[in-house]
């Protein structure tokens, strides 16, 4: 029965999961960027007056972003899933990639536009400091919850009623897209990145402006640190595809081997991985406050520990000596 046909595989690949260690290595990369982003929302929860920022739940929402994109990328590297997936019937397999094809184009411009809304909420309080309350960002909740529906919204439609003649393979699939799909993946990938670099490129001039002016009334700091750490988490996300533009423009030419495009696919793979730990990590080292906080915090349950540990020391023995 047709329907109980095997998908095929994509690229002359001979079997799936065919790079198990790389997968394992990746799997434990999203899952401790996950447990870090978890420990940074609680930590960033504890400071009170973060909280009346908008630049507290911007950073919440990047956060969240970056959770849900290592979730879905560690489905992505779970072999597993894909075996189960592939050893099922055809139509099961096809739905399978276009669900995984439009949830990673969804996770992907989730943090193209927070990162663009991350941008223009800087250009805002660095570059226009003395003008009204910002609509936009007065409404920053409904904003980001638009985002989120917005882009899984439209990601998962398109691409579950779209493919035809899809393969199986370990990051794409070999479909025919209609001109509809190839409309709303430039959209929600280039009209964020359009943002992000228009409002970036004024406030790194600003920024720029501003270097020499510590001592001028009414220097803030903290903006300019946000600033530069924004412009840098956005060079940092843009060019962590780098290594995936290059494998789907050498995927098309017949003088690159497989090898080397499926070695350039997990380069990108493991590097937007380690993303989400890099923008914690960066962040920590360049907001001072923040980073005597997590010291603190940290001493304080070492402190703890200890104290615990120490005090369970002294207890056994009389324990013991009682029990004898």
């Known amino acids: 029965m047709e329907d109980m046909e095997r998908a095929e595989l994509c690229n002359n690949e001979t079997q799936i999961c065919e790079n198990a260690s790389l997968q394992h290595i990746s799997l434990s990369l999203n899952i401790f960027t996950i447990l870090v982003n978890i420990l940074h929302i609680i930590l960033m929860g504890k400071i009170a007056k973060c909280k009346q920022t908008t630049y507290y739940w ?3 929402n990047m956060s969240l ?7 879905t990328y560690s489905v992505l590297a779970s072999c597993s899933l894909k075996q189960i997936a592939y050893e099922s019937s055809k139509s099961v397999a096809e739905y399978f990639l276009r669900t995984r094809a439009a949830v990673t184009l969804a996770t992907t411009a989730v943090r193209n536009f927070v990162l663009a809304v991350a941008s223009y909420e800087r250009y805002v309080k660095i ?9 936009l960002l007065c409404h920053l909740g409904w904003v980001m919850a638009a985002v989120w529906a ?20 370990d990051f794409t699939m070999a479909g025919i897209l209609n001109l509809q799909s190839i409309i709303v993946s430039i959209i929600l990938l280039t009209v964020p990145a359009g943002i992000t670099f228009v409002c970036l490129f004024k406030v790194g001039r600003e920024l720029k402006q501003m270097m020499g002016k510590h001592d001028i009334p009414g220097f803030n700091s903290e903006a300019h640190t946000a600033g530069r750490y924004i412009i840098l988490i956005c060079l ?10 290059l494998a789907i423009a ?8 497989n090898d080397t495009v499926g070695a350039l696919n997990w380069a990108s793979f493991l590097v937007q991985s380690l993303y989400g730990t890099l ?6 080292y360049m907001t001072r406050g923040y980073r005597m906080h997590v010291l603190t915090i940290l001493s304080n349950w070492f402190k703890c520990f200890n104290g615990c540990h120490s005090s369970m020391n002294s207890v056994t023995p009389s324990v013991t000596k009682i029990s004898t």
């Open 150 to 169: 917005a882009c899984y919204g439209v990601s998962l439609p398109v691409f579950l009623t779209d493919l035809d003649d899809v393969c199986y393979g």
């Open 65 to 71: 972003a970056d959770i849900i994109t290592s979730v």
């Open 236 to 245: 940092l996300f843009y060019s962590s595809y780098t290594p995936s533009i």
């Open 127 to 135: 570059c226009l400091p003395l003008t009204a309350e910002d609509k």
């Open 279 to 284: 923008n914690i990590v960066i962040y920590v």
């Open 250 to 257: 050498l995927n098309y030419s017949d003088h690159v081997s």
């Open 58 to 60: 911007i950073l919440i």
